[in-house]
């Protein structure tokens, strides 16, 4: 079954320490992965996307997610969190043989001064 | 260039009245086009889709429908809103390297 499971639903950090946001997806093959953010009342914004290159993909605003088929995971790292950063994250998997879009259950990500 | 478009931003509408979202795409032909809806602490919900002019699939029973009249519009209706479909609504497009959404509606019924 083609599915993608986010592990926590809400994690909470202090402001300038690390952020780790876990996805496993569940494939017999390996999907183009991406991480999405959503702030209040707003679209969902690519952060970044693995699609078969490099298996470290660094995104926008200082994230990064490494891609291993060993631990069939993608998470998602910062090195220091920011006041910003505190949104909705959903990790969304592309896969070619389905065509309904199969999101995660998403992770709240807060930040604490 | 590709954009995905979608209106309206915010909209507070009446219990029993009509609802209409609309979303279009540009820049492409024959795309999939979502509707999603994200309740208030919730994931998001996909409510329907359509890989063509025409064709809709509807996931969940509601007091939803949906139409796709023209290639690269989509477009989200009732007939008479419920208290119960107040939420943010998303508009999403499958592409071949990844999807893109639109920016979404909030919708208050009251």
């Known amino acids: 079954a083609q599915s993608v499971t986010q592990l926590d639903s809400h994690v909470s950090v202090s402001e300038g320490t690390p952020v780790l946001l876990r996805c496993n997806y569940s494939?017999?093959?390996?999907?183009?992965l991406f991480w999405y953010v959503q702030h209040p009342n707003k679209g969902l914004q690519l952060l970044l996307k693995?699609?078969?290159?490099?298996?470290l993909v660094k995104g926008i605003n200082g994230f990064e997610a490494e891609f291993k088929k060993s631990e069939t995971s993608f998470h998602l790292t910062k090195p220091s969190a920011h006041m910003s950063d505190a949104a909705e994250y959903f990790c969304?998997?592309?896969?070619?043989?389905?065509?309904?879009?199969?999101f995660g259950s998403g992770t709240r990500l807060s930040i604490r001064p | 260039s590709q954009t995905i478009h979608q209106w309206p931003a915010t909209l507070v509408q009446p219990v029993g009245s009509p609802l209409s979202l609309e979303c279009t795409v540009e820049g492409t032909s024959n795309p999939n086009l979502y509707w999603y809806r994200q309740a208030a602490g919730r994931g998001l919900q996909l409510l329907f889709y359509s890989v063509g002019i025409g064709q809709i699939s509807s996931e969940v029973p509601q007091n939803l429908s949906a139409s796709r009249p023209q290639d690269r519009q989509f477009i989200l209706s009732s007939k008479k809103l419920l208290l119960s479909d107040s939420g943010f609504y998303l508009c999403?497009?499958?592409?071949?390297?990844?999807?893109?959404f639109g920016s979404g509606t909030r919708l208050t019924v009251v």
């Open positions: 494939s017999s093959y390996s999907p183009s």
């Open positions: 969304v998997p592309l896969y070619s043989s389905a065509s309904k879009i199969i």
């Open positions: 999403a497009w499958r592409q071949i390297y990844g999807y893109t």
């Open positions: 693995y699609t078969s290159a490099a298996t």
